[in-house]
DNA sequence: TGCGATCCTAAACCTCGGTATGATCCGCGC
DNA sequence: GCGCGGATCATACCGAGGTTTAGGATCGCA
């Protein structure tokens, strides 16, 4: 824990950026240009490859790329990013795609599908919802891993209190479901709420909600 | 009401059907076939308007549909059933269909959109997402309608009390907010615990949640 | 070996949640 | 009018939640 608190209200509300991949030099300066004419941050790449090295900035951001690419597939390329947990929302364009590769592409999660030639108001309509995607996904993911960093301080007695105070029992049963007096639990549970940070026991159930705490921790035996 | 009471804890897990709309008679026939072959119920129907006069029966179940309707297109009749909120998971078929039409419905929820000719297995699998897909809207939804129905037995005050209560405030201060006595706050909250049939505050708290309470309940006139 | 973290427990004490009993007031419908 | 249900409140009582203080036990690590 370094002071490091910079501005940590901030949501991803810094301003977006727009990565393009396409081997055709013409289409990414044409569409840079689009896309900075209305404003936003563009980063084109010729391949994949390229697109890779980048670091990616922590802003809300789509990407726009060709379903024919150099040397793998969009398609592919989109699986290989989910495969790596990348989750940035994908637009595709195609010259020459099919109805089954379009399919296959919404299926897996493309904001948008766009055919050559398309009317730059359909792109910018496509980036927008995109970047509105990714904003909130952002923003989930952040409150997310908060909530994760919270509960990673807990002990595993405690982590096994939370689940059951949360789904509802008493202290007292808490106690002989776990073999220890009251007292202990209490104890434990202040520990609990003092961790997450929470106000009050709505707020931890909530939590413990979105972290997906429910009866399927730990089947021992039985 | 015959004796079944086989599997009585019953999930939306009776029989599943298959909707088929289609102007050909042939491809009626065939896929009729095809369904029955695996042992899935079908109903066929030569339109929309036909569709629409069969009342749909309370199971898992899926519509396919050819994008090319005699009196509306496919897409259009999406938004129909949309807009009359009947939620049925929807498998296009399309002999000569395009990519916008193709993204179009992915957009609107379509499980998936095979182009004739296609693979029997191909339709076979799509029916069976789609079918596991309604399986599970169904389910989401009866527990909906449940908490609704137990919701709706509470008088505004009560809610007033269960919005307030859910969202962590403790009696005392629900009683200061709305201007009353701690103990009357006390008596709605126990009317709320039983009403909703809440085993415990984490219980309400989540029902809370599934009913969407939260601060954003009444905002009347001060 | 000593330090610290985790875990467990006890006694005392206070607040909060919840119920029961009993009562008043109001509005609605028969 | 009368009954009924909703809403309100008071008193009293009890059980549950929660903190503090104080201790004992185990384990890993410096």
Redesign the interface.
């Given at each position: 824990m370094t002071g490091r608190r910079a501005s940590s209200t901030l949501i991803s509300a810094e301003e977006p950026v727009v990565f393009v991949i396409d081997d055709d030099a013409s289409v990414r300066e044409a569409l840079s240009n689009l896309f900075r004419s209305v404003g936003l941050r563009v980063e084109v790449f010729g391949s994949a490859h390229e697109f890779l090295q980048c670091k990616l900035p922590n802003v809300p951001s789509c990407l726009i790329l060709d379903i024919r690419l150099p040397r793998l597939s969009g398609l592919d390329f989109q699986a290989e990013l989910a495969k790596a947990d990348i989750h940035i929302p994908i637009i595709f364009m195609?010259g020459h795609?099919?109805?089954?590769m379009?399919?296959r592409a919404?299926?897996a999660g493309a904001v948008?599908?766009l055919?050559k030639p398309f009317r730059d108001q359909d792109m910018l309509d496509a980036v927008t919802a995109a970047i509105e995607r990714d904003r909130n996904s952002r923003d989930e993911a952040k409150i997310l891993s908060d909530l994760h960093a919270h509960f990673a301080t807990l002990t595993s007695r405690e982590r096994q209190v939370m689940a059951l105070?949360?789904?509802?029992?008493m202290n007292k049963q808490i106690a002989a479901e776990i073999g220890l007096a009251e007292i202990t639990v209490k104890i434990h549970r202040g520990h609990i709420m003092r961790k997450m940070g929470a106000?009050?026991?709505?707020?931890l159930?909530?939590m413990a909600?979105l972290l997906g705490i429910g009866p399927a921790s730990d089947r021992s035996q039985t």
């Open positions: 195609t795609g099919d109805i089954p379009t399919v919404m299926k948008d599908f055919t105070v949360t789904s509802g029992l106000k009050s026991l709505p707020d159930v909530r909600e």
